[in-house]
């Protein structure tokens, strides 16, 4: 069992505090709004579609409770993950197409996957 010295409990607090009560940053806003927009996504979709390995923002929007994983139930050997009723219950918002420029953005990703997918398909055809 792991436990931790009954006098570091204020300091221990007073971090998880801070780091729930800080602003989400650009990179944190990004990979939400994708798992908004697109998901669910494994966090090797999210990482291929942002271009960096987004492992640190996905913890800190777990641990918000802004996002849930669960068992892919195509690859049990990867998590997808999905935005929580409570993301939705912040934003105001009752169903996803309440989303700003919902469809829009919907086509915006399909495309960029699209062009993407072909690009990478040419690139192991050379």
Wanted: charged content about 35%.
């Amino acid at each position: 069992m792991l436990g931790t010295a009954s006098e570091a409990s204020s300091l221990i607090e007073q971090i998880t505090r801070e780091e729930l009560s800080r602003e989400l940053g650009r990179a944190a806003l990004e990979t939400l709004t994708l798992i908004a927009y697109e998901g669910p996504l494994s966090r090797a979709e999210i990482d291929y579609v942002r271009g960096v390995n987004s492992s640190f923002i996905m913890r800190h929007l777990l641990i918000r409770g802004l996002v849930e994983r669960e068992i892919d139930k195509k690859d049990a050997r990867r998590f997808i993950y999905r935005p929580t009723l409570e993301l939705w219950r912040h934003l105001g918002l009752e169903k996803i197409d309440d989303l700003p420029e919902y469809n829009e953005v919907k086509k915006q990703l399909a495309n960029f996957l699209a062009n993407n997918e072909q690009i990478d398909e040419n690139e192991e055809g050379d």
